[in-house]
C-alpha cells in the first residue's frame, strides 16, 4: 500500500507543516495546528493544479477585455468601487459585528432588484422573515430579490442554476460548509474550498457576488490570507458602532483604484450616502484648548477634521492615540521637548481625532502639535483656522500634495485663516499664515 501523504494546517492562518507544531512559525498561535483528512489534502491538491495546464501566450496576442460596469444606485459604493460593479466580479466585504455589512448590502440587493437585475441573497445566519423584518425598514422589497437560508455550498450552487440569477450575496463566508469537506464550517479549508468554488461558478456564468467575511480581533478578515487573493475587491467598513458615520474603505480592486473612500450615514432606513459629510468630522462654535482642525484628503476628496488633544500632570506618563498612529504621536512629542523646551515627560498626552476616521496620512501633524501645546498652555485656539503641514524630525514644516484642493474646503466651510507651509498657487480667499518651522507656529498661537 502508499504512504500516506500526512499534512498538518494552522486555523488561524493556513500555515501548512509536514508534522504537529505547538506554536505556529508563521502568527505564532498555539495549539493552532490540526491534522488534515485524506479528503482535505485531495482538495487542496486540486486547488493547486488549477490553470497549470494553461500554455504561456505572447502578450501582443492577448485580446483586450472590456469590463462591463453596472451601478449599484448608491454613489457611495460606486466611488469604492471604481465606478460600479463588474459584471461577473468577487467582492470581500468585512468589517466589526454590527457596523452595517449586511444592512448595506440588503440595500444594494434591493436597489439592484428594482434596477432589473435578479439578486439571490443567500444568509446563514439569519432566517428569512428576521431578514424580511429588515427589508420592512429599509424599504428593500421587491420581485427581483429572492431570499435563501442555506448553509450547504452545493445547494446555493443547485439554486443558482435553476434560474438566471445575476447577483449573489453570500452572509457570510464563515457560516457556509462544503460537503466534499469533513470539517467544520469556518475552518480553513472549508472557506478555501467554498470561496475557490463560488469563484470558478460566478465567473463562468457573469454572476457578481459580494462576500460578507468575519474579521478577527485583530481587525483581519478571519481565514487565510489566500481568501484576499483570489478575490477582485477587498473592502473595509470602519467606524464606531456608537456613532452615525461609517467608512468604507479600498483594500484591493483589479478594477479601480483603492484610494477612494466611501461615507456613510446610519440612519432609521440603515445605511445611507452621506450626502454632506462636509461638517461632519468637527464642531464650530466656542474656541476650547486642546482643539485644533486639520484638512486630509481621502480618496479625491478633502474632509476637515477635528483633532482633540488632552494634557495632563501624571506619576506615570501615559501615550494614547485614537485615529492617529501612535509612533508618530511618540515622535512629535519628542520634537516638542527637544526643539521648543516643553517638558511632556511628566504629563499624559491624549489625542482623539473626532468622527472615528484614521489618519493615514501626514498633513495633519501641524494639527496634533497644536493641539497638544493649546492644551498645555490652556490656550484656546480659534475655530476660524486651519493647521496644514507635516513636520520633519528637525522640527521643519514640510509642505503637503494637493494643499490648494484642501485650503478650497476650508474656505466653502467658511474658515479665515491657514497655518501652511507654503502659499497656495492659487488665490483662493483664504489668509494663509506661512511657517516654516515649528518654533513660528508658537510665536502665532
Known sequence: MAKKHILFECQACGNQQAKWLGKCPDCGTWDSFVQLKQEQIKVLKELENVNKSNL????????????????????????????????GSLSLIGGSPGVGKSTLLLKIASNLAKNGQKVLYVSGEESKAQIKLRANRLDANDENLFLLTELCLEDILSELLKDKYEILIIDSIQTIYSNKIASAAGSITQVREITFELMRFCKARNISTFIIGHITKDGAIAGPRILEHMVDVVLYFEGDNNKEIRILRGFKNRFGNISEVGIFEMTSKGLISAKDISNKFFTRGKAVSGSALSVIIEGSRAIILEIQALVCESAYPKRSATGYEKNRL?????????????????????????????????????????????????????????????????GEIKEVFSLDIRLKEAKMQNFKNAIVASEPLEKIGLKCFVAKELREVLEWM
Not at 453596472?70 to 471604481?82: C, F, H, M, N, P
Open 56 to 87: 504561456a501566450i505572447c502578450i501582443n496576442d492577448v485580446e483586450e477585455e472590456n469590463f462591463t460596469r453596472i451601478s449599484t444606485q448608491d454613489k457611495e459604493l460606486d466611488l469604492v468601487l471604481g465606478g460600479g460593479l463588474v459584471i
Open 330 to 394: 511618540d515622535m512629535l512629542i519628542a520634537l516638542l521637548e527637544r526643539k521648543l523646551e516643553i517638558p511632556l515627560g511628566r504629563y499624559d498626552v491624549f489625542i482623539n481625532v473626532s468622527g472615528g476616521v484614521k489618519i493615514s496620512e501626514t498633513a495633519a501633524d501641524l494639527a496634533v502639535v497644536a493641539a497638544i501645546i493649546s492644551s498645555f498652555k490652556n490656550r484656546p485656539l480659534s475655530k476660524d483656522s486651519v493647521f496644514i503641514g507635516e513636520l520633519s524630525l528637525n
